[in-house]
């Protein structure tokens, strides 16, 4: 017992008083309060996404919206970081950081390549009037709302 406490009194002292717990406290959870990712208080039951459906959705509907949200919530937690940062609020910044670490060790599975990468086959083979009328519609209603896009109707 004795020289097990001298082992461990050496050790301290070789090591400057080093920490020499088993998780860096780089790597620690923060102590922060959290909240539900599903169903965070304050929302006032609001639903988070505003969907129009006007057609049940097939798998590659869900796969693209997957893909959209997932890309959104990487960004905006990057310049949620980035905010905490500018502004001194260092403690927030760091469980914005660590939140972000977390997401990058999520594997991002790949449901349907074609969701990922457009397939060259995807090529106009006919004019739709009716189409293009909707298309041209759009067009207008963009630049009235003032964006102004650039729409090839190919």
């Not at 001298?6 to 998780?23: E, Q, R, Y």
């Not at 988070?48 to 590659?60: F, K, N, W």
């Not at 790949?110 to 006919?126: C, H």
Request: charge should be positive.
């Amino acid at each position: 017992m004795a020289r097990s406490v001298c082992m461990v009194f050496l050790a301290a002292i070789f090591c400057g008083g080093c920490d020499i717990s088993p998780i860096s406290r780089e790597r620690q959870e923060p102590r922060a309060p959290t909240t539900s990712a599903t169903h965070p208080k304050g929302v006032g039951g609001k639903s988070l996404a505003v969907d129009i459906q006007v057609i049940p959705r097939e798998e590659v509907d869900l796969v693209e919206a997957v893909l959209i949200n997932r890309a959104k919530y990487h960004r905006y937690l990057e310049d949620l970081r980035t905010y905490y940062g500018r502004n001194g609020m260092l403690e927030k910044q760091r469980w914005a950081e660590f939140e972000l670490t977390g997401l990058r060790k999520v594997k991002p599975f790949k449901y349907i390549l074609d969701a990922e990468i457009p397939s060259d086959r995807l090529t106009a083979s006919k004019s739709i009037p009716e189409a293009d009328a909707l298309f041209e519609e759009a067009g207008e209603l963009m630049r009235r709302g003032g964006y102004q896009a650039t729409l090839y109707n190919r």
